[in-house]
């Protein structure tokens, strides 16, 4: 059977990883920037920031999901079954990750003082899983290219 060439697909991927790299730092300068100068609610840089941090979590979240599609509908395509390399597990860790930050977020409340350092938890967790993540795309995009 004769397949279309997938390398659009990967090349959305790469995009798409590059983006998510990018909110990851952008979520983390953000973030320490919030924490470190500890400003009340009302100031209004600090609203600016959180909304900001915000949106890019939210892009970072759809980003993510998409390379999780990206990766099934591609290796699918191109293989006819999952599980070829460590990339998988990576990119479920990432996807796991990504999903618990979110959720951990929208807990941060006063009345709820594990939420934070749950949070902060999952994205220094999430930053060893991008490297992982990364790491394993690359050897296996040399699988795709001619």
Do not use: D
Request: glycine share 8%.
């Amino acid at each position: 059977m004769h397949l279309p060439s997938f390398l659009w697909l990967w090349r959305i991927a790469a995009w798409a990883m590059g983006f998510t790299v990018l909110a990851f730092v952008i979520q983390s300068v953000l973030g320490w920037q919030m924490r470190s100068r500890r400003l009340s609610p009302a100031f209004a840089p600090w609203k600016k920031q959180r909304s900001l941090h915000v949106f890019c979590g939210w892009v970072m979240v759809a980003l993510v999901g998409l390379l999780l599609a990206i990766g099934i509908v591609g290796t699918l395509g191109h293989f006819g079954s999952l599980g070829h390399s460590w990339h998988l597990p990576a990119g479920l860790s990432v996807t796991a990750l990504v999903a618990g930050s979110a959720w951990s977020a929208h807990q941060i409340h006063p009345l709820r003082p594990w939420a934070r350092p749950l949070h902060l938890g999952l994205n220094a967790t999430l930053l060893v899983a991008l490297v992982w993540v990364t790491a394993t795309g690359w050897t296996v995009v040399q699988k795709y290219l001619p």
